[in-house]
């Protein structure tokens, strides 16, 4: 059902996705295979994974410019799937922004109104207010090749927002920025995002930015969803080996459960709040930063007795490289406002970490 936001007294269009057992193949190759997904009005979600995963592919089956060989795409409950691009009155913003060089920023957000034959007068007040709503009202007459690459990213916002569209696509829109201008705009777009109120489809091969800026991230791989959760739960509750290695750095720890006790791989007990049921062999997860490393006298029982091997500082913290004494190498993170002493290269060490930090992956 379609819903209205309201931004600065005018109403604002936000619609839901729906996608049943999407699939898309290329010859023999299948590019997308059974995805299915629903994304709510005003949430902005995530496909995020490496190329060749299947989020871009997916991405086109909603806008229409990929058309999926079964499954189907709604959009408000209604099936769009065979509908044309044009006829979706979906927002659509490339990487590239696709803006026209001979049309000043103003004539560039107005062309979508002017195709569809939007009158003048409120042409002219739509174009001022997505301009003002993206901090560019005094670019209005610039030409593109007169304006930064994040000034021109805005500019593309900005003309997808004009027409009113209920979605809004973003095909990796920050990839050809520099780190620091990326940071600065995706802060904007999500600031943007509250202000307007509109459901927002994000493609992004970056684990930060997908985590930074989503109320869910949907990880792919492959052509298939691996897990669709909340940030927080992506990273500190990952559904799969992929998603844990992806998704941020991560310890990988083969591990045995035995009668309710995890060992490690030289038989050490080792914290884990969760297991299955069964006997069976596993892999327990701890990020970097969980990982506590304290030297053997200070350290608590249950862990894996090993030795500092190197150390690498990296401004707001320092790595700890430990290796076990059965040769398993792992990674802390300690930040360095910590006022507790670290132990040194070759000191003998524990590794461990809080039971409710790890998870236990059978995948």
Not at 54 to 71: N, Q, R, V, W
Not at 322 to 340: D, P
């Amino acid at each position: 059902m379609l819903m209205k936001a309201s931004l600065s007294g005018t109403d604002v269009k936000t619609g839901s996705i729906a996608l049943h057992n999407l699939q898309k193949r290329y010859g023999s190759a299948t590019a997308v295979d059974d995805v299915s997904l629903s994304i709510s009005p005003g949430e902005f979600i995530s496909l995020l994974g490496p190329s060749g995963s299947g989020k871009t592919t997916t991405l086109m089956m909603i806008a229409g410019f990929e058309m999926p060989d079964s499954g189907r795409v709604l959009l408000d409950d209604k099936e769009i799937t065979r509908l044309p691009a044009h006829r979706r009155e979906l927002g659509v913003i490339f990487q590239n922004y696709a803006l026209f060089p001979h049309m000043t920023v103003a004539e560039n957000v107005a062309y979508p109104l002017r195709m569809r034959r939007v009158a003048k007068a409120e042409r002219e007040a739509r174009v001022h207010r997505v301009l003002d709503q993206v901090h560019l009202g005094a670019l209005a007459s610039r030409y593109p090749h007169q304006m930064s690459g994040g000034q021109q990213q805005r500019v593309a916002i900005a003309r997808a927002l004009a027409f009113d569209p209920p979605v809004l696509l973003l095909d990796e829109p920050l990839g050809a920025l520099d780190k620091k201008l990326r940071q600065h705009l995706r802060n904007e777009i999500k600031t943007l995002h509250k202000q307007v109120g509109k459901t927002m489809i994000y493609v992004t091969h970056d684990q930060e930015e997908a985590l930074a800026m989503s109320d869910r991230v949907a990880v792919m791989h492959e052509g298939r969803i691996r897990q669709v959760s909340a940030p927080q739960d992506i990273y500190r509750r990952p559904a799969d080996l992929f998603v844990a290695g992806f998704v941020g750095e991560v310890n990988l720890i083969p591990v045995s459960i035995r009668s309710g006790v995890v060992q490690g791989p030289a038989g050490d007990k080792l914290p884990a709040a969760q297991w299955p049921d069964a006997d069976r062999d596993a892999t327990l997860c701890v990020r970097p930063e969980h990982l506590r490393i304290e030297t053997a006298a200070a350290g608590t029982s249950a862990g894996i007795q090993g030795r500092i091997v190197d150390m690498t500082f990296v401004g707001d913290a320092t790595i700890l490289e430990f290796q076990s004494e059965s040769g398993l190498r792992l990674t802390s993170k300690v930040l360095n406002i910590s006022a507790k002493a670290m132990p040194d290269v070759g000191d003998a060490c524990l590794a461990s970490w809080a039971a409710n930090d790890a998870t236990i992956l059978t995948q």
